[in-house]
């Protein structure tokens, strides 16, 4: 166990942010990744489509390293998991949004973020306000988080997945359940994340909302890259 | 308050989350986070009990009829309860504390909350120690409860030197502690969880359970020295605590 944070190799412009190699995962019988390869450049938002169960978590949750694949790599910013570091490096440079909320229900939004920052070693509260009110809640909001409507659980997910300040964003279904003004404002904060250098991956039902902001769509189809566009067809995403 | 206010479209262009670090330093010394994750962890487990009580509340209630049950079954009289009350007390705070170790991983795979830890460059035997000595105070919570009443229902008398009694307390339930934070997180991906952690716990308990057991027995008894069953106790301790920490990340990371 290595508790070093800072292995991977800094930003260069030859480096991809992420590369897949041959990448298969199976659960049992099943492939939800099939040898799939693809280089994805830094500081771009890509969207990644596809139907139901086409592989776009398991490839997402590969990429943050929560999936060990059955065959293949997954290279994040030039370092691979299962280094010597196993991988602990990259970690502090993603952020991860699961469709889940990885929010513990009885804690309040503050208490949640207080607690995640301290995973990464931030001790700074007002961080945690701070990236609260950046996603449009009220970090003076006392109730559970369980007691909150779930496109509120979506946002104060959001919050907690960019409060180390990630070089990686990492988001599975990030608008799921929440108001479309509420989506709009999330699709500025990335489209503003990402000219900020960030890279970011969002998996949506939703691909309309980021027709203007994405730099590429990537669909995904029985476990492979079926395509990858940088504009989208309206037709096809009905 | 209930209000929620939508992420403004007219929000400041430098309103980013790097902008929301812009203050702090990027990279924060490695060796100061290790004890800052547990304590972070530790206080987190207690703050969610204290407002569920999920787990202290099954557990007194658990070792409570215990208790009862038993002190109604064997009506011992003060000699018979000094020799069985050791292993009485010891078997109830066993199978409460199963409660309490299921409880507390319960927890962290609601939500999925457990992937935010998978995916935190925080070190994994933080996480386990954090749990294993949240476990160590809601065990020991019932054992400073439970105590009095088990000294009352069976009549108790300690004969022997009773200033080892706490040393046995300590040891034994870190021995259980130890052991069943590692394998409730075993379990945890298990389909019958509830099952599979007695299964697997009890077994392995048995060393640890003999040793208190024993000592508490001599000790209440007075008869002979405990020190062979304390000394049998710590190395226990000493080994699976070893054991726990060297296997834990493998167990976090497992699928």
Known sequence: MTSTPAAVPQAAESVPAVVLTSLTKQFGRFAALRNLSAEFAEGKLYVILGENGAGKSTMLRAIAGLLRPTSGRVSVFGAEYGGLDSGRGILGQLGYMAHPSLLYDEMSAMENLIYSARLYGIDDEACCAAAITLVGLDPLLHRPVGQYSQGMRQRTSLARALLHDPRLLLLDEPFSNVDVASARGMVQLLSRMRDAGKTIFVVTHQARLLAQAADEFVWIHCGSIESRVTTLDLEAVQ | ?255
């Open chain 2, 1 to 255: 308050m209930s209000a929620t206010p939508s992420v403004t479209p007219s929000a400041a262009p430098d309103q980013t989350s790097s902008a929301v670090h812009a203050a702090r330093e990027p990279v924060l010394r490695p060796e100061s986070r290790a004890p800052h994750v547990l304590f972070a962890t530790l206080m987190k487990d207690l703050r969610l009990e204290w407002r569920s009580k999920d787990a202290i509340n099954s557990m007194l209630f658990f070792a409570l009829l215990v208790v009862v049950v038993f002190s109604f079954s064997f009506d011992p009289t003060g000699d018979d309860a000094r020799r069985i009350a050791g292993g009485l007390i010891w078997v109830a705070f066993l199978f409460a504390a199963v409660v309490a170790l299921g409880q507390t991983w319960a927890r962290e795979i609601r939500n999925q909350v457990l992937d935010a830890y998978r995916v935190s460059t925080a070190p994994a035997n933080d996480l386990f120690l954090a749990k294993a000595l949240g476990n160590f105070l809601f065990v020991s919570v019932l054992e400073v409860v439970m105590t009095p009443l088990f000294v009352v229902f069976y009549n108790l008398r300690v004969l022997g030197p009773a200033y080892l009694l706490p040393v046995i307390a300590v040891l034994g339930t870190w021995a259980l502690v130890v052991n069943g934070t590692f394998f409730a997180a075993i379990s945890l991906r298990t389909r019958s969880r509830e099952v599979m952690l007695p299964l697997i716990l009890f077994p392995i308990s048995i060393p640890a359970l003999l040793g208190m057991v024993e000592a508490t027995k001599i000790i209440l008894t007075g008869e002979s020295s405990a020190k062979f069953w304390i000394v049998l106790l710590a190395v226990y301790d000493l080994v699976f605590t070893t054991v726990c920490l060297s296997l834990f990340e493998t167990v976090l990371d497992a699928e």
